[in-house]
Each structure stands twice: as structure tokens, then as C-alpha cells.
């Protein structure tokens, strides 16, 4: 079945810290990049991380050293451990999926999960 299902989204105070998961099928998860996308209110989306199946990993720079992605084969999972969080890291977040690292091209997208850090 060809599907992202996102979880982990929520509020959290400054400082504070999330995990977002993205569940999906066998065949996706083996053979692609795996990523997240954010779009914050009023602005573009923009791509936050994204990891290969080979694990290699890219960050945006505005969350390199507070971000994790990570990658669990035995759950077709990847996720996003989000530390440090500021404010300007509230957007809803997207899973997406697609065969280049950078995620230039994405083949399936999630549905979205919204991620509110207050002041």
C-alpha cells in the first residue's frame, strides 16, 4: 500500500523537544530518500532533512545540530528528532519520499503534522 503516515506533531514550549515519525510500506522505504518538508504560515515550503537509503543525511542549515533524521528498517519508519526547538520552527511538517537526496523530486507526500513551539 502507498502511503506516509505521519505522527509526533504537537506543542511544546522554547527549548523544548518533539519526535516525528513517518511510517510507510516496504517498498518505499527500501527504495528511497526519505525526508521532511516544512511550510511554515504565509511562506513556502521548505525541505528540513532528508535520508537515503543508504542513510546518508541532509539538513537545512537553520536546523543543523538541534535535528536528527534517522531511519528504522525493522519499521519502515523514519524519523525526525527535533531538539532545541525555537519558535520560528513552527510549521507543519511533511513526510515525503523520492529518489534523490536533496528531494528534488517527491513521489509521495504525507498529510501534514502540525508542530507549534511557543515562546
Known amino acids: 500500500q502507498v502511503q506516509l503516515v505521519e505522527s509526533g506533531g504537537g506543542s511544546v514550549q522554547a527549548g523544548g523537544s518533539l519526535r516525528l515519525s513517518c511510517a510507510t510500506s516496504r517498498s518505499i522505504f527500501s527504495s528511497n530518500t526519505m525526508g521532511w518538508f516544512r511550510q511554515a504560515s504565509g511562506k513556502q515550503r521548505e525541505l528540513v532533512a532528508g535520508?537515503?537509503?543508504?542513510?546518508?543525511?541532509n539538513y537545512a542549515d537553520s536546523v543543523k545540530g538541534r535535528f536528527t533524521i534517522s531511519r528504522d528498517n525493522a519499521k519502515n519508519t523514519v524519523h525526525l528528532q527535533m531538539n532545541s526547538l525555537k519558535p520560528e520552527d513552527t510549521a507543519v511538517y511533511y513526510c515525503a519520499a523520492g529518489p534523490f537526496l536533496r528531494l528534488t523530486v517527491v513521489n509521495f507526500w504525507g498529510q501534514g503534522t502540525q508542530v507549534t513551539v511557543s515562546s
Open positions: 535520508i537515503s537509503s543508504q542513510t546518508k543525511t
